[in-house]
C-alpha cells in the first residue's frame, strides 16, 4: 500500500447482478484540514474534469441525456481526425460542397455557416477550420458526405467512434448538431471525449484554439468565448437551438494542469460564458493533488479460479493521482470493480478490473487496472478445490440476484 495514504481492505464481497462477482471496497485516508469549499453551477447540465488525473471535481446531472446542439460537431471533428490519422485523408484532400450541404448550412440557411459556394472544392483543412472556428454546418454536412456518403450514414459513424472510446449514451443523428429528437449526449461523455482530442490529436486541436478563420472573404471570431479571458483557455466549442438552450464545452491550462468544463442548458451566451469561467476558476484554485499509489504500486487484489495461486495483483498504468479539495476533511470511498474470479491462465499485463473512487455523490475517478503477474494453472487439486468453493458459494449469488 501507499506509505499511510490508504487504508486497505475492509470487505470484499460478492456483488449483485453478476456485473462483478469479485470486488475489493476500501476507504482512502481522510484529508485533515477545514471544510471543503463548496461550489454550484447555475448550469442545469455541468461537468469539470481534470485531465491528467482523469478525476471529475464536479459534475451535476452529468448523465442524464441532453440535446447538444453544435457541440455534436466535437465528434464530428474526431471522426475527421481519425481519418487523417488512418490514412483515408489529408489535409490537402478537397472536399466538394454539394448543394444540399450548401442549402442546409450555407449562407441560404440562416444557421451558422462558413459560406463556401455550391459545388466550389475546399480543401479539408479550411473545412475543419469552417467547422470548428466558424461552426459552419456547411462544412459539418460536405465532410458527412465526403466521409461516408451522406450525414445519415456520417452520423451513425460518429456513434460507433464514440462507443469505441466507451462513451455508451451519446447518440448522433446529424454532423452539424442542427435540431433532432434522437440525437442526444451527456455532459460527461462530451468532457471525456474532449479530452480523447486533446490527448489522442494534439496538432489537430490547436484548430480549436484559433482567434478567427476567413473564408469567401468574410471573416468571423471564434465563438467560444473563453479563449478572449486571461484563464489558459486553447478550446473546444458552443452550442445553441431551441431544444439545447446555450452550451459550451471549454479547456484551460494553468501551472501544467489542464481542466475541461461542460456547461449546458443555460438561458443566454453571457450565462453561458460566465459559468463556464467560474467553474475552470474554481477548478484551479480549490484543488491540490495527492498521489494515491505509486508507480507499479499494489493498489488491490483479484480472485483466481482454477490457478497455482487464488489471488493476483492488480496496478495501474504510472502512478494513481486524484485531486481533493484543498483543507478538506471529506472521506474517498474506493472500490475495485472486476467481474470474476478471474479464470487461469491469467496474463500478466491483462486488463482486468477497473478502480472507481467516489467524494460524495461524485464519481472522482474511474482508472482500468492490469495483472502485476501471470498466474498459471493450478493443479488438480488446486482446480478441484476451487470448483468446491464456487459450488459451495453459488447459492449466495443466486440469494443477492433475487434481492
Do not use: C
Request: aromatic share 6%.
Amino acid at each position: 500500500m501507499a506509505r499511510g495514504r490508504s487504508m486497505l481492505v475492509f470487505g470484499r464481497f460478492l456483488a449483485r447482478g453478476g456485473r462483478s462477482l469479485g470486488a475489493v471496497a476500501f476507504l482512502l485516508a481522510a484529508i485533515p484540514g477545514a471544510g471543503a469549499q463548496s461550489f454550484q453551477s447555475a448550469a442545469p447540465h455541468a461537468v469539470l474534469l481534470d485531465s491528467g488525473s482523469g478525476a471529475i471535481l464536479y459534475e451535476k446531472a452529468a448523465d442524464e441525456l441532453m440535446v447538444p446542439a453544435s457541440l455534436a460537431k466535437i465528434a464530428t471533428a474526431l471522426v475527421a481526425f481519425q481519418e487523417i490519422e488512418q490514412g483515408k485523408m489529408t489535409l490537402d484532400t478537397e472536399i466538394t460542397i454539394s448543394e444540399n450541404a450548401w442549402r442546409k448550412g450555407g449562407g441560404v440557411s440562416g444557421g451558422s455557416t462558413m459560406f463556401a459556394l455550391v459545388n466550389s472544392r475546399v480543401k479539408l483543412g479550411d473545412i475543419l477550420q469552417g467547422l470548428i472556428v466558424q461552426s459552419g454546418n456547411d462544412a459539418a454536412i460536405a465532410l458527412a458526405e465526403a466521409v461516408a456518403g451522406d450525414e445519415a450514414n456520417f452520423a451513425r459513424l460518429m456513434t460507433e467512434r464514440v462507443r469505441a472510446l466507451g462513451l455508451s449514451k451519446s447518440v448522433f443523428r446529424n454532423a452539424s448538431g442542427m435540431a433532432d429528437p434522437e440525437q442526444k449526449v451527456t455532459a460527461r461523455e462530451l468532457a471525456r471525449l474532449s479530452d480523447h482530442i486533446i490527448k489522442t490529436y494534439p496538432e489537430l486541436y490547436k484548430i480549436f484554439g484559433q482567434r478567427e478563420f476567413t473564408w469567401n472573404k468574410i471573416r468571423q471570431q471564434n465563438r467560444n468565448p473563453l479563449l478572449a479571458m486571461d484563464i489558459g483557455a486553447d478550446g473546444l466549442k458552443t452550442g445553441n437551438v431551441d431544444d439545447s438552450g446555450y452550451g459550451l464545452v471549454g479547456s484551460a491550462v494553468q501551472k501544467d494542469q489542464r481542466l475541461i468544463v461542460v456547461v449546458a442548458g443555460l438561458k443566454n451566451a453571457r450565462d453561458r460564458a460566465s459559468e463556464g469561467r467560474k467553474l475552470l476558476e474554481w477548478g484551479f484554485r480549490s484543488f491540490e493533488q495527492r498521489q494515491v499509489f505509486a508507480a507499479g504500486e499494489t493498489v488491490g487484489e483479484a480472485s483466481v479460479y482454477g490457478g497455482e495461486k487464488g489471488r493476483v495483483a492488480l496496478k495501474a498504468k504510472g502512478p494513481v493521482n486524484l485531486l481533493v479539495p484543498r483543507g478538506s476533511s471529506e472521506r474517498l470511498n474506493a472500490r475495485i470493480v472486476y467481474r470474476g474470479p478471474l479464470q487461469a491462465p491469467v496474463e500478466e499485463g491483462a486488463q482486468v478490473a477497473r478502480l472507481l473512487v467516489t467524494r460524495g455523490e461524485v464519481k472522482t475517478l474511474d482508472i482500468p487496472l492490469y495483472t502485476a503477474e501471470a498466474v498459471k494453472v493450478g493443479s488438480l487439486q488446486q482446480r478441484a478445490l476451487d470448483a468446491l468453493f464456487e459450488v459451495s458459494t453459488g447459492w449466495i449469488r443466486k440469494a443477492l440476484g433475487r434481492s
